[in-house]
């Protein structure tokens, strides 16, 4: 049997598609595909179409089908639950998000999973101290745990004062902070190198977990849900496709019973958009190795940055500071390195801005086109969403083929985009919120020695 026979008769098997199903009506869902190269995100239902979803048995096999060549392995659903997923654009709008999951990641290495068992012990007696017990499942995906918390036993009342996702946010970083001398020591048990024991907030908007008895992208296991009172029993044998031991208990919740440590958090730490506006790092905490490291040069694969990449790369980190999403953030970095490439051989003579001449150059105005102010400065949209120069649309794919790979060409683009996050984050939203100080604060000091700016990140890293 092919390994997409054996998978899609799993899924549709009658104990198995109720449990995602359920699990992810009204969330944006996800599809990654097995790979041995790279890894395949499937999120639309086709190329500039819908955000993928799936709410019946019918909506599963569609999508398998229609993926079938591309070996449609692990399903995802979004952390938020939206009151319509019909564009693109409905997974962007914070007043369409009526729920928020916060979820708690434990990530580890398969072989340490022991030590996942002492986290999961510290994070269950925090909440226990504010009541939060029959609204909270677990769920082991393989190679770590995700704690939930019900979305539903936030009441509507409070929902109506405070944003889901930044009671979400706060709630996973208020446990994080409480937790974090206690669980120092069992992260410094961890002796794996290469996926050290570690506890992170990975809430944002667009992030995704697994569903529940979901394939793990790599492993052959299902993702299998427990309830607290189980886990001091839990044996990863629990996940073995063929006979996994599964609680469909975890749609069970209190209405109200997280209300006061949703209330606790937010206060705190004040939620999801205002970490997103100040580019405060979330609480991170992972297993410190005493391990001495020389101090080294970036292993620089030749050749240097041009400007053309770097402000591509600093505007999709500013627009990712800003608006907290990724997908777009690519889209708006590649359309204002082209707009400033463009605007430099076309300059503005006799008063005109670079706007004016652009509009009266290419012949567009504001009342054609969509358009989105990043602060304000003013991008051109398409009808689906992507920003646009002209007729030609800047899509993530195009960042990914014009930047993403030419960064790749000359040094890592993954310590290339945390330096840029971590310079941008340096800078007041004053100035990333204004067009002509971002381009002289922020771009032109960097623009011809961002390799220098990465040194130094990595050396701090170390």
Known sequence: MSSFNRIFRFYTRNDVYPEIIDYLKG????????SETERIFIRYMYHDGPPLKINSRDDLIKIFIRYRGLNPRTIYGSINIYNKLVRRLDTEDYDNIIYSTPVIDVDLSLNEWRLGLEVLDEVLSFLEKYNVVDSVYIKWSGRGFHIHIHEKSISIDLLKKYHPLDIS??????????????????????RDLERPLKIENKIDIQRVFTAPLSFHRLLDYVAICMKPNEVSEFDVSWA??????????????IEGESDDLAVKAVEEVGGYRLKIIKGVKSAKLEAVKEVKKPLRPVAVRGGKLGRFQVMALLQAARYY??????????????NRAIFYAWAKYHKPKYGVSKYGLLRREMGITPKELPHEMVGDELAFKSKDGWFMIGDQIQRPEDYDRQIKSKIEAVISYELAWNAALEYLSKFSKKTLESQREFYKEVYEP???????????HLRKSE
């Open 240 to 253: 073995e496709p063929d006979k996994f031991r599964h609680n469909r208990d975890w749609r069970r919740y």
């Open 169 to 190: 946010y706060s709630i996973v970083e208020f446990i994080l902070r409480g937790i974090s001398n206690r669980i120092k020591p069992i992260l410094d048990k961890s």
């Open 27 to 34: 969330r944006w869902a996800a599809i990654e595909a097995s």
């Open 321 to 334: 500071i800003l608006k907290g999403d990724l997908e777009k953030a690519k889209s708006f970095g590649l």
């Open 446 to 456: 960097v623009r011809d020695r961002f390799i220098e700016l990465i040194i130094r």
